[in-house]
């Protein structure tokens, strides 16, 4: 009875496991393109384009690691 209630009680961790997954992947793709092209990322628009892609899943894995604590 007791391992029901404790079960229960426990909350899904998946949405911090997917964010998570996301942002280090992102970190590699834009750590490997950022190496392998110096003039990354060329334009204005596309730097604020990594930059809020950057914010949403450091923002998003934060959210979900708190929520699901």
């Known amino acids: ?3 029901l209630i404790i079960a229960a009680e426990e909350t899904t961790k998946t ?6 997954a ?8 834009v ?10 990322p060329k ?3 596309g ?3 990594v930059i809020a892609m950057t914010a ?4 998003g894995t ?3 690691a708190v929520i699901t604590a």
Request: glycine letters at 10%; one cysteine or more; charged letters at 10%.
């Open 22 to 29: 996301a942002l280090a992947c992102w970190a590699v793709i």
């Open 47 to 49: 730097r604020a384009g």
């Open 56 to 59: 949403l899943l450091v923002g």
């Open 62 to 64: 934060m959210a979900t």
């Open 31 to 40: 750590a490997f393109v950022g190496i392998t092209r110096p003039e990354f």
């Open 1 to 3: 009875m007791q391992a």
């Open 43 to 45: 334009n204005p628009a």
């Open 15 to 20: 949405a911090y496991y997917v964010f998570g």
